[in-house]
């Protein structure tokens, strides 16, 4: 009998972090062939050719799928979604994979769901069943999951969900948030080694800001995304650093703005690109506050014991720890918002506080369960009613 052969599709640098343990288990199970299809963000030189630090970490890139156009408006967008579908089309039909690793909700994800569904190829898709209301990624996540065959949930509430979504029941597996086993595996980072590595003088305590486009309210992105650095004004005993957003719709309008405040702010703030997993989790763990509007704050940080300010709404409807602090983009919202996290009634629970997205051990059992499940007559989806 052959080995299974899994394909994991990887599209931007947050996902592979999330995706590495999964990755490295595949590569090391006697009974699976790892098939790793690597395109979007990780190919383009504008969000730091990120494909480098894949070939660095020792996997053999199977494909590159290159569709990523220099275009962040909503027609650029769809042309990249449509390059996107045909590349997976042509990635499938020459590696024949059994089942295809999807994870997440970027418009990537759906282009290489719809390939596969296309192929009658069984999806694996993780993190399902989530909501983020501010974001087209909502649709995009319920879509993928109608498509997909297995379903890993990062909690209990969320699996519950799929089930709603008409899913089998035994097809769908809580198994926590992958993100998590990272920090758990991974040799973190010491602020002078992280200083170091990055080539910046940290020598201030520091807030990390990761923001996002809130793709289904592009103009208030902009607008929150202004009244942050306002008040990060008001924080100037801390510095700053800032990692690029994603390469969403109306993305770059954001970035241009962070390189206007960091040419402004030149030893308070940095401005990167890419940092990888290794030193962005580093740095989270390290920061005294951890700001914005990614779901790495919410799902991630909680485990590093460092608070989150979650700004507006790109990520509403998420399940959250009691170290997340949610707040409107409005200035004076925000600046609360600091306020409270940096407080001692926050500060001194942090240690105590409980992640509802588990305990760092999602990457075993979903390697085990890929290896492990049937994928006879994958194709015929029967949808579960609930009673």
Known sequence: ????????????RAEYGLLYWIL??????????????????????????TVNQIEKDGFDITDKLEFLLSS???????????????????AFERNKPDVVVILGDRFEALAIAQAAMIAAIPIAHLH???????VIDDS???????????????????????????????????????????????????????????QIKLNHPFFL???????????????????L?????????????????????????????LKTYQQKNPKRTFLLESMGQLRYLSAMKLASLVLGNSSSGIIEAPSCKVATVNIGDRQKGRLSAESVIHCKGDESSIYQAIQYALSEKIQST???????????????KIVQQLVDCELVQHTQKVFYDLN
């Open 1 to 12: 009998m052959s080995n299974k052969k899994i394909a994991v599709f990887t599209g931007t």
């Open 24 to 49: 490295k288990g595949i590569s090391a199970s006697k009974y699976a062939e790892l098939q790793l299809l690597v395109g979007g963000m990780h190919l383009s030189s504008e969000f730091g050719y």
């Open 72 to 90: 962040d408006s909503p027609v650029g967008i769809s042309k990249s979604l449509g390059l996107a579908i045909m590349s997976a089309a042509e």
């Open 128 to 134: 399902g069943g989530e909501i983020t209301q501010g």
């Open 140 to 198: 995009v996540r319920h879509a993928i999951t109608k498509m997909s065959y297995l379903h890993f949930t990062s909690t209990e509430i969320y699996r519950k969900r799929v089930i709603q979504l008409g899913e089998q029941p035994q097809n769908v597996f809580n198994v926590g948030a992958p993100g998590i086993d990272n920090i758990n595996k991974l040799p973190l980072m010491e602020l002078n080694e992280l200083a170091n590595s990055l």
């Open 209 to 227: 800001v990761t923001y996002h486009p809130v793709t289904l309210l592009a103009d208030k992105a902009d607008e929150e995304l202004k009244f």
């Open 229 to 257: 650095l306002n008040v990060l004004d008001k924080f100037p005993q801390y510095q700053v650093i800032f990692t690029y957003p994603n390469a969403d719709t109306y993305g770059r309008n954001l970035i241009e703005i």
């Open 350 to 364: 942090l240690e105590h506080v409980i992640n509802p997205y588990g305990n760092g051990q999602a990457s075993e």
